[in-house]
């Protein structure tokens, strides 16, 4: 069976652009299904997500929900082969500055506006009427918004027959600048890896084959070196190396000894600091001051170096941001989140403290401690 790709649809496909705190690259795709439910109109239970880095300034990404029983569909259809995005192979053909492009298909169209290489606006219509009927709907929902003068217009193979009439359409609605092309040309000039959508393995890593290449040079460097120099020459500087070699090994003995020594004392310093009780007054003043404004805290159980909180606040997100950034904590979890009135969420997080030396200001507190009730408003 022939692999092929397969350009999804956008009545099936769901997109929204969200903007995330400063997070780091590995949980950006759990800050991204914690906002899923107030995006997405379906089950979220079944919703398979893919995302991209939108670019332009601020941390925002492009969020793609699909239904699982429907992606599981457009495999079948695929055999192996590449999902595509309308939008992502659209941003890849668009010029850098300001564009508006146009998705045009048999069953629907969509019009994507991108500026500086960034989406900044999208939209979709359902097709019911003719060509120029269906334009004329897809563009008047703008809502006011100016599109410019340029645009391209992208038609998948099913829709090859519109072309004509797409042309004449286009140019009756004043758009000066436009490209008629056909998705089937275009497809095998794409880099593919950057319009995919939901891959069956995980994307590579780019650094991994800038890793390759080096790796590649360096032998090839070394090949040209060695294919120029005689034995002789070789031997002699194997014998440099070697007497080389030993030199070090013999500075490193001793180096080794200190390294050991160091860890024996750094084990026993750690030892202290486990035995020693924290100062829960630091601990909750770090707690409340990283939390960040308009928060409450109403419980914290501090235990065996680390902690567990209920509060509440605007944005549950945002407070874990604040307190992953603080350099206070490690390993800051959020377990829950529930709305409780407008713009008040009650979550829970938990973490490690990471305070190296805390002071015994507090004899009175145990090391397991809990403390509970009204809390400390920000």
């Known amino acids: 069976m022939k692999r092929k790709r397969i350009l999804l649809s956008r009545l099936d496909v769901e997109q929204y652009l969200v903007?995330?705190?400063?997070?780091?690259?590995?949980?950006?795709?759990?800050?991204?299904?914690?906002?899923?439910?107030a995006l997405y109109p379906g089950s979220i239970e079944s919703a398979r997500i893919d995302f991209v880095r939108n670019g332009g300034k601020g941390n925002r990404y492009i969020l793609f929900v699909v239904d699982e029983a429907r992606l599981a569909a457009y495999r079948r259809k695929?055999?192996?082969?590449?999902?595509?995005?309308?939008?992502?192979?659209?941003?890849?053909?668009?010029?850098?500055g300001p564009w508006t492009s146009v998705s045009w298909a048999g069953t629907?169209?969509?019009?994507?506006?991108?500026?500086?290489?960034?989406?900044?606006?999208?939209?979709?219509?359902?097709?019911s009427g003719g060509v120029a009927e269906d334009l004329s709907r897809l563009l008047s929902e703008s809502e006011g918004e100016k599109y410019?003068?340029?645009?391209?217009?992208?038609?998948?193979?099913?829709?090859?027959?519109?072309?004509?009439a797409?042309?004449?359409?286009?140019?009756?609605l004043g758009i000066r600048e436009f490209r008629i092309l056909p998705l089937s040309g275009l497809l095998p000039r794409l880099r593919i890896a950057r319009v995919l959508l939901?891959?069956?393995?995980?994307?590579?890593?780019?650094?991994?084959?800038?890793?390759?290449?080096?790796?590649?040079c360096l032998d090839l460097a070394l090949s040209c070196i060695l294919a120029h120099r005689s034995l002789g020459e070789l031997d002699a500087e194997l014998s440099a190396v070697k007497d080389d070699y030993l030199r070090m090994q013999r500075r490193n003995g001793e180096t080794l000894r200190l390294v050991d020594e160091i860890a024996?004392?750094?084990?026993?310093?750690?030892?202290?600091?486990?035995?020693?009780?924290?100062?829960?007054?630091?601990?909750?003043?770090?707690?409340?001051?990283?939390?960040?404004?308009?928060?409450?805290?109403?419980?914290?159980?501090?235990?065996?170096?680390?902690?567990?909180?209920?509060?509440?606040?605007?944005d549950a997100l945002a407070a874990l941001s604040k307190l992953e950034l603080s350099g206070d904590f490690d390993s800051v979890k959020l377990h829950q989140s529930l709305p409780i009135a407008a713009g008040r969420?009650?979550?829970?997080?938990?973490?490690?403290?990471?305070?190296?030396?805390?002071?015994?200001?507090?004899?009175?507190?145990?090391?397991?401690a809990r403390i509970e009730g009204r809390g400390s408003r920000r």
Do not use: C
């Open 19 to 37: 903007e995330l705190p400063p997070l780091p690259e590995e949980k950006v795709g759990a800050a991204l299904k914690y906002r899923l439910p």
């Open 78 to 96: 695929a055999m192996g082969g590449e999902l595509l995005s309308p939008t992502l192979v659209a941003k890849e053909l668009s010029p850098r």
């Open 108 to 127: 629907w169209a969509s019009l994507d506006r991108f500026e500086g290489g960034a989406l900044i606006a999208s939209r979709r219509v359902r097709r």
């Open 148 to 164: 410019g003068k340029s645009a391209s217009v992208f038609v998948s193979e099913e829709a090859s027959g519109d072309a004509g």
């Open 166 to 172: 797409l042309e004449g359409a286009v140019a009756d």
């Open 198 to 216: 939901f891959p069956l393995r995980p994307r590579a890593r780019k650094a991994r084959g800038y890793a390759l290449v080096a790796l590649a």
């Open 264 to 314: 024996a004392s750094e084990g026993k310093y750690e030892k202290l600091l486990a035995e020693e009780a924290p100062d829960m007054y630091a601990v909750v003043s770090s707690v409340a001051a990283d939390t960040g404004p308009g928060s409450r805290i109403l419980g914290l159980i501090v235990q065996e170096g680390e902690f567990r909180m209920e509060a509440e606040g605007p």
């Open 345 to 368: 969420e009650r979550f829970t997080i938990s973490g490690k403290w990471l305070v190296e030396s805390p002071a015994r200001s507090h004899p009175g507190v145990s090391e397991n």
